[in-house]
């Protein structure tokens, strides 16, 4: 077995070569769809042996996960995992604990986690995933190897896309249009709703751009419209999840322990609905991000004399139109304020306001004022 990670040659390195003589936690970190959840899980499959379809909870007596089931990576989670690393393997030579999202490790879950870090057991490996490298607490990163997941390029975008059996046109242009990040990419080559709604976007961008939008409300409500369906249908998926487990278990004899587990699944599936609603709300705000930046760089690149540059699909004459009116320093600077909205994306944010103000530092682009941040 080996481990192949299509555009992060040099991840792929640290990972293999860790194999042989793993240390005892790792850190894989980068922006959404770098590759690096993915890469914790075939990483995790090389230690253990096994095939990655098994590195799923509950399918292998030697590893432990954990995401948080609300905002935060909570303490009883951390001392679930560390309870379930303590025994010695099955089947592997060693135990894995994979712990999800542990820049939302509160602190003090962190500290909890700190003894694991500290005096890990010597046949478990630790692989730890986070975005913001920044909120993970120093004593943690410390603790850990980080390897770094940069955002992917186009053309690596696009190489992974027809690897999945996207046609090489429409590869290309979502390798242009997603800035990186790959799990955008493979929803839009898959969801033709999801292009359409990226381009109506567009339009809005355009519009504030050129002429302004008369009714900015108007726009921001029907692009918040679009966030909450995805955000619906992540929600009803997740609880269908529960409703399935909780069926399996109403199939088992009854028991104190599948009460108690019962309860649990009911509690969590709440919790891990919401969740999984908020995070594809933000995906999708992130979604709109890129996209402001994506129109404000074609802008860009015609006024630069590079329109074979342009990737949106903005009709040519209208960026001509807006390069001629909007100057370069305001595109500029556009594009760096939108970016402080997307920072902010790493704490809970309500999404409405948040695509307002991106709204807001658009139609400031075309005005002398400063936008104040």
């Known amino acids: ?19 042989a003589e793993p240390a005892h936690a790792y850190l894989l970190h980068g922006p959404p769809g770098t590759g690096k959840h993915d890469a914790s899980r075939a990483f995790a499959a090389l230690l253990l042996g096994c095939d990655v379809r098994r590195v799923v909870p509950g399918s292998h007596p030697d590893l432990a996960m954990i995401e948080p ?3 935060s990576l909570l303490v009883d989670q951390i001392h679930e995992l560390s309870g379930a690393l303590r025994y010695r393997p099955q089947e592997a030579v060693r135990r894995v604990g994979i712990v999800d999202e542990a820049d939302r490790l509160n602190r ?4 909890a986690f700190l003894k694991t870090l500290e005096e890990p057991p010597g046949d478990v490996v630790l692989v730890l995933v986070a975005e913001d490298l920044s909120r993970v607490l120093p004593t943690v990163r410390s603790r850990c190897q980080p390897i770094a997941f940069p955002p992917l390029s186009a053309s690596a975008l696009a190489a992974r896309l027809e690897a999945d059996g996207v046609a090489a046109e429409l590869a290309a242009d979502l390798g242009g249009r997603a800035r990186g990040d790959l799990d955008f990419a493979r929803r839009l080559a898959t969801d033709p709703a999801a292009r359409q709604w990226i381009g ?17 409300d108007a726009a921001v409500q029907a692009t918040f419209a679009g966030i909450k369906a995805v955000g619906d249908r992540a929600q009803q998926d997740a609880e269908a999840d529960t409703a399935a487990a909780l069926e399996r278990l109403e199939k088992l004899p009854s028991s104190r322990e599948l009460d108690r587990e019962r309860k649990r699944l009911e509690t969590s599936g709440k919790t891990t609905a919401t969740r999984r609603r908020r995070r594809a709300e933000t995906d999708m705000m992130r979604a709109v991000i890129a996209t402001v930046q994506l129109v404000l760089r074609d802008v860009l690149c015609v006024q630069a004399g590079a329109p074979d540059r342009v990737v949106s699909s903005i009709d040519p004459a209208t960026l001509a139109a807006i390069a001629e009116t909007v100057s370069r320093a305001r ?10 909205v997307r920072i902010a994306l790493g704490q809970p944010i309500n999404v409405s306001l948040a695509l307002a103000a991106v709204f807001a530092r658009v ?8 936008v104040v941040a």
């Open 108 to 111: 003090d879950a962190a500290n």
């Open 331 to 340: 595109l500029e600077r556009g594009i760096v304020e939108v970016d402080q």
């Open 200 to 216: 109506e976007v567009e339009a809005r961008v355009a519009q504030a751009l050129s002429v302004g939008l008369d009714q900015e």
């Open 363 to 370: 139609r400031m682009v075309r005005r002398r004022e400063a």
């Open 69 to 71: 089931e609300g905002e």
């Open 1 to 19: 077995m080996t481990i192949s990670l299509p555009g992060q040659p040099r991840a792929e390195v640290l990972l293999r070569a860790a194999v």
